[in-house]
Nanobody, 115 residues
Framework: QVQLVESGGGLVQAGGSLRLSCAASGRIFSTNAMGWYRQPPGKQRELVARITRGPNTNYAESVKGRFTISRDNAKNTVALQMNSLKPEVTAVYYC?????????WGQGTQVTVSS
């Protein structure tokens, strides 16, 4: 059974930084894509960053140059370093892993950026 546990969210002032971490357990392989999504209040969940085998990464346009996704396959962890934070990134952030077409999600962690 796959389980994902996020940590590192919180309240930060605009311009600050946060680092989100996700610990994964279960049958997860380095070839499985892992990523971070977010869901702002009243909006749909959207991709923030994704990392696949290579490693290859892709980011939402709005976070390019400010957010960095990384992965430690030996520890089955994925992290999201978020710098120069803006109030509009306030959302619940979810860790995701895709295994043979099936998506697994963590419980989410709240990120709030105050102006």
């Amino acid at each position: 059974q796959v389980q994902l546990v996020e940590s590192g969210g919180g309240l930060v002032q605009a311009g600050g930084s946060l680092r989100l971490s996700c610990a994964a357990s279960g049958r997860i392989f380095s070839t499985n894509a892992m990523g971070w999504y977010r869901q702002p209040p009243g909006k749909q969940r959207e991709l923030v960053a994704r990392i696949t085998r290579g490693p290859n990464t892709n980011y939402a346009e709005s976070v390019k140059g400010r957010f960095t996704i990384s992965r430690d396959n030996a520890k089955n962890t994925v992290a999201l370093q978020m710098n120069s934070l803006k109030p509009e990134v306030t959302a619940v952030y979810y860790c995701n892993v895709n295994i043979f077409g099936n998506d697994y999600w963590g419980q989410g962690t709240q990120v709030t950026v105050s102006s």
